[in-house]
Nanobody, 123 residues
């Protein structure tokens, strides 16, 4: 099992910045990837950014260079933290942002989700 703890959401004006954090603990040796997704009211959940075990990253097209995902492993590998630095925020970035951890155990991939953190961008 993997536990996820998110933080960093809030209210910001358009053009501002926020940094989201997600800390994974538990069975993190099975790490395959960690991602941030978001879901706005009435819309489907969509990928914001993903970082893979090898460090490669990919982003949703709407990010357009504004966001950066990064990863930090604790020295004793007891946790993995992933950050999403969001700059030049727009009102359309308003959504609940969810942290996702994908484990790989004998090539079986399992998703774990955080509880979500609200990001609100005012115009």
């Amino acid at each position: 099992q993997v536990q996820l703890a998110e933080s960093g959401g809030g209210l910001v004006q358009a053009g501002g910045s926020l940094r989201l954090s997600c800390e994974a603990s538990g069975s993190i040796s099975s790490f395959h990837s960690m991602s941030w997704y978001r879901q706005a009211p009435g819309q489907e959940r969509e990928l914001v950014a993903r970082i893979m075990i090898g460090g490669s990253t990919n982003y949703g097209e709407f990010v357009a260079g504004r966001f950066t995902i990064s990863r930090d492993n604790a020295r004793n590998n007891a946790r993995i933290a992933v950050y999403l630095q969001m700059n030049s925020l727009k009102p359309e970035d308003t959504a609940v942002y969810y942290c996702n951890f994908v484990s790989n155990v004998r090539w079986i991939l399992t998703d774990y989700w955080g509880q979500g953190t609200q990001v609100t961008v005012s115009s």
